[in-house]
């Protein structure tokens, strides 16, 4: 059995991860952090919780935590992150951090998208990028995953085949995506309290959004030069899921079979990557409690732009379901393993 800590237990992301290594049959939770004073029984934290658990969320010291763990889920706010997970890399420890604090790999992007210096920034050289379908055989010996953000996850998915195969231009991508409330985490904004977000919809931090780098160094990768997108995200009035409608000009040349042809070559052996094929468009619901991430495609000749459509839930295929695929992985559990509720 695999140990797992979650770090931030009392989050969104934790919460998820409680419901997934509760029914784990090669995992069991060991420790379960939070900074209130109280202990929190489990189940009074997640009453829908299907078994009962004896664990409590409590306050912990660092060296009663380092030793009761295999793998530390990090689920803390960014910078608060990077802090605990440097921690526990110098204490040997393996970790799958959620926050984005090890996910780029040039610290000056820190500055420019995040407004800060990295504080830790020799963690980002040990850390392997978490997007599993993409970077399984890394993940597999990793001692630090950086967990990707949800935003990334549904867009570098989408466009990866593309690039790879070199079928569309990568100066023309267009990311058009819009996310349910969750993705802002549990705590209270005024941007995101039920008044401001209820019959609403809108865009924000169009063209500043921090997944923008992360995007571009995951495409990059893949188009092997540098990419940037124009990457408009979107505040929808719901709890959770992402759709991105993704906008790209095909190359003079690329031929329209090809386009889903390099979506079944990438992923038609993957479990949680479902192409669903030209014009067949995946909704929230088809993918809401799962960690599927589901793409279709159309081809329009007369604009020669190629349009993408994936969704994900941003709470499990864009964090705690992929980080529990990446901890399968890197323990040599079954990939699907406590995923397939
Ligand atoms: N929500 C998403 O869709 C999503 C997707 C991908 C990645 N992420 C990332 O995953 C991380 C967790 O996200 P989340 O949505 O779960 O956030 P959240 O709901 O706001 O939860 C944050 C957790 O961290 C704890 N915490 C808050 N401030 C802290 C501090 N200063 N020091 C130590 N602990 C602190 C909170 O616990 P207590 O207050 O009980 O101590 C809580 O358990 C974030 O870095 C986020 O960017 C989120």
Not at 88 to 97: C, E, P, Y
Not at 230 to 253: D, M, N, Q
Not at 263 to 276: M, P, S, V
Request: aromatic residues 8%; positive net charge.
């Amino acid at each position: 059995m695999v140990r797992c800590a979650v770090l931030g237990a009392t989050g969104y992301t934790g919460i998820e991860l409680i419901k997934i290594l509760s029914a784990h049959k090669g995992a069991t939770l060991t420790a379960l952090t939070t900074r209130q004073p109280q202990p929190i029984p489990v189940n009074d934290l997640i009453p829908t919780l299907a078994e009962k658990s004896a664990l409590m969320i409590r306050r912990h010291s660092f060296s009663e935590l380092k030793n009761c763990a295999d793998v530390f889920f990090v689920c803390l706010p960014h910078t608060e992150a990077a802090q605990t997970v440097a921690q526990l890399l110098k204490a040997g420890k393996t970790v799958i951090d959620l926050s984005a604090d090890a996910r780029l790999k040039n610290p000056a992007d820190y500055v420019t998208w995040y407004g800060h210096k990295h504080a830790q920034p020799w963690i980002l050289k040990r850390a392997v990028y978490g997007l599993t379908e993409i970077y399984r055989r890394e993940i597999a010996n990793a001692e630090l995953i950086a967990n990707p953000g949800c935003y990334p996850t549904g867009a570098s998915l989408a466009l990866y085949p593309l690039l790879e195969e070199k079928l569309i231009d990568p100066d023309s991508i267009v990311i058009d995506a819009k996310s349910g409330v969750s993705g802002a985490g549990r705590k209270m904004s005024a941007a995101t309290h039920f008044c401001e977000v209820d019959e609403n919809f809108k865009a924000y931090k169009v063209g500043t959004h921090q997944h923008t780098p992360e995007i571009e160094q995951t495409l990059a990768g893949a188009a092997g030069r540098k990419v940037h997108v124009t990457f408009v995200p979107h505040l929808l009035p719901l709890e959770r899921g992402i759709l991105s409608t993704i906008y790209v000009r095909r190359k003079a040349g690329a031929k329209p079979q090809a386009f889903a042809r390099a979506f079944q070559k990438r992923y038609g052996a993957e479990r949680f990557i479902r192409f669903r094929g030209e014009g067949i468009f995946p909704s929230l619901k088809d993918v809401a409690l799962t960690n599927f991430c589901d793409i279709g495609i159309a081809v329009d000749l007369k604009s020669d732009r190629v349009i993408v459509i994936s969704a994900i839930d941003n709470l499990l295929k864009g964090a705690s379901g992929q980080a529990v695929q990446n901890m399968n992985v890197r323990f040599n559990l079954p990939e699907e393993e406590g995923l397939c509720r």
